[in-house]
């Protein structure tokens, strides 16, 4: 085979693998708040966005260091999350599935309209020091914002696999998620884990935002990313950590490949007397096509936990 | 509708079946009957017209999630992917074979119908969040398809021009007349909504909605029913593209984005679910609410900022926070939504003046 063919694929199938770390980053936001509270967000996306869009305007706007408007985005997404928490999803806890995903939808149009009513809705570049020139390792370009995500990623998802299966803390958590009422009945304060759960999920938005808003810019558009986030957790399962960094390396990769073998074979001849479709733009739904076959065989996803109904 | 007894003196069941409790419902459905039909179409200027249309479209199409949403508790985050199918159907038809409105019409809806089915297939092994991200799958996929077919979209804009219904050698092109088409279509879809709840079919969704396995063991084919249950709706999805296509004089699939199915889903929460009125209401508040918003922030926009450009902006995203917000308010405080609060406004006057 020629050597060319070869370097083209790796180089696609590592640069998706590095993209889809960085989407298992912004589940992970979403499996965090799920594992422990059971409640679904939809607006784990605009979490996200709105985090990058407020270091960004801070940094723009009133000259302050980066690092240091990470912080105060940071203090504010977990203050957001746990104001959010109690006046919203508390509330809520026991009611149908449908009416939690449908605030958390609510939410995500709130905070798409709020957050750029304030900062302004043109796009803004998110600059955290990591250089713009691709690195090159034998003939496979990458993009360093990339690398530098999947690493923080990987970190955080050490660091998040260590607290859950040996802090007390994080036992306590899989304790809540496990099932409320027992764990109230062992002294777990459930209330209060709610709330860590959701701040943790704040710290790991505010993080998506960073890097996210540095690869792509900021304005309303990073909420996009939030819908990466269902194939994702789907994949992968929807209690499991590890799942999420299965489901998000299978993602960036289906979708690295659409990119580079999929639409440009769409545009051949051959192929549109067959299929008389128009242009590319598989990448944006190809992942979901993926997690549709996998709901057909595996409805609780790779590594989920399969639930028993009972009446 | 509006005057009910001081009490509840139902003894059977069919009694509490009943379209019209009470001998004045009937005298009030006339009174809406000639409200709408008559007066409002002699007497409403053109431009209320137009608001007048976008709601009863929007009431089509809500009436038919809360078939899904409200009496089955099935969640889809699709609705608007079949109104395009619809829309397109419809245009297709209606340009290349000329066919008029009365097949277009339900060959839309048809081909939403069968659509949903094949789209509502994966409700009858997954529910709840994982039927959420199949129907959002389903948005995706088939806004894809649309666009990048060109026998259906008719080419890189993806838009089709539609031209005005006829009917008896009258073309329906000014708004009086798109509003006597449109009414007969509503006033068919809600009564068809009324009846299908009380029917052996509505009392099915319900009892799946409220508990599917045990539905299931008192003989419901739960897998029939949920599948019935995305065909209706999503032929009330259809129906309500054709509409929109035939009021806009053209099939296009930009009127039908991901955050027109979120604005029906709002429709049904807010209105509230499981009740054709809410679906009424829903529709009706959801349609006019970023017009009072324009009109509001005209008048009293100026004084908080100097230039319009600022103000169009914001009008933009503030219809995304009140939207939000009232998508979050309902559902935390009145889960049953307007019809709720229309109900206890009707509570209070059923023995009024007494208080007992």
Redesign the interface.
Known sequence: MDMFVVWYFLESTINGALIGLMYALVALGFVLIYKSTDA?NFAQGQFVMISGMMVAALAADYSIPVFIAAIMALVFMVLFNVALER??LR??IG?????I???T??????????F??FF??ATRSLDIGVPNDPWIIGQIYLTPINVVGALVAIAFFAGFGWFFMKSRKGVALRAVADNHQVSMAMGINVERYFVLAWSMAGVVAVLGGLLWGSAIGVDNTLAVVG?KV??VV?LGG?ESIKGCVVGGIIVGVVEAWGGTYIDPAMTQEWFREFF????G??K??LP??L??AV??FR?YGLFGKVQI?R? | MFHRESGFYKTSYAADFALYPLPIARWSVIGFAILFFAIVPLLVPSYYLTMLNLVGIAIVGALGLNIL?GLT?Q?S?GHAAFMSVGAYTAANLATRLDLPFYITLPAGGLMAAAVGIIVGF?SV??????L???T??AQ??ID?II?????ISGG?SASIQVPRPWLFGIQLDTQVELYMFILCVVTIAIVGALNLARSRIGRAFIAIRD?D??AE?IGIDVRRYKLMAFAISSFYAGVAGVLYTYYSGVANNEFFPLLIS?DY??MV?IGGMGSVLGAIFGATFVTLLPIVIDLVMSYIGPFFMGDSSGLS??K?????????????FF??VE?EGLNRLWLNIRNYFRVWPFSY
Request: hydrophobic share 65%.
């Open positions: 679904i006046v919203v509330p809520m009611r149908p599935v449908v009416a995903i449908m605030a939808i609510g939410l995500a149009a709130f905070l798409e309209g709020v750029p009513m302004g809705s819908l269902f194939p789907i929807l008389p479709f128009e242009g733009g598989t944006d739904f979901y096509l997690m549709i709901l057909f409805p109904e009446v | 949403l508790g969640i985050i994966p092994r997954i529910k709840g969040l994982y959420a991200i199949s959002l799958a995706f996929i894809w666009i990048h077919t060109p026998a890189a508990q396995i045990a063991i979120i889903l709002a929460i902006g914001i933009s995203h503030l219809r995304l926070v009140v939207f939000g917000g009232l998508i979050m559902l935390v889960p």
